[in-house]
Nanobody
């Protein structure tokens, strides 16, 4: 599976962005998706995840109520809708998948990673 995240950019605090993650391969619908982010000088942080069938999602406390994860298995796409963005949301955002059907907050449990897309939130 190959992943490509896109949709990052510069946005003012309070604004919104939608990140997309395009996946190749037939097994996309069999795997959970995780979204992570890494700010300069910090460890990679789990943002949230969605199960393989899209029925279950989980969000880190830092983004709960502001971010929404979804997926379209027919299109091999996953999305991270980010609203009410804050300067502390500034980071490179990554999508990850495989081989589990249920998401994990631990990066080492994902086999496939996208290259990442930079989100910068100005105050």
């Amino acid at each position: 599976v190959q992943l490509q995240a896109s949709g990052g950019g510069l946005v003012q605090a309070g604004g919104s962005l939608r990140l997309s993650c395009a996946a190749s391969g037939r097994t996309f619908s069999s795997y959970a998706m995780g979204w992570f982010r890494q700010a300069p000088g910090k460890e990679r942080e789990f943002v949230g995840g969605i199960s393989s069938n899209g029925r279950s999602t989980y969000y880190a406390d830092s983004v709960k109520g502001r971010f929404t994860i979804s997926r379209d298995n027919a299109k091999n796409m996953a999305y991270l809708q980010m609203n009410s963005l804050k300067p502390e949301d500034t980071a490179v955002y990554y999508c990850a998948t495989g081989p589990r059907t249920f998401y994990s907050w631990q990066p080492h449990e994902y086999d496939y990673w996208g290259r990442g897309t930079l989100v910068t939130v100005s105050s």
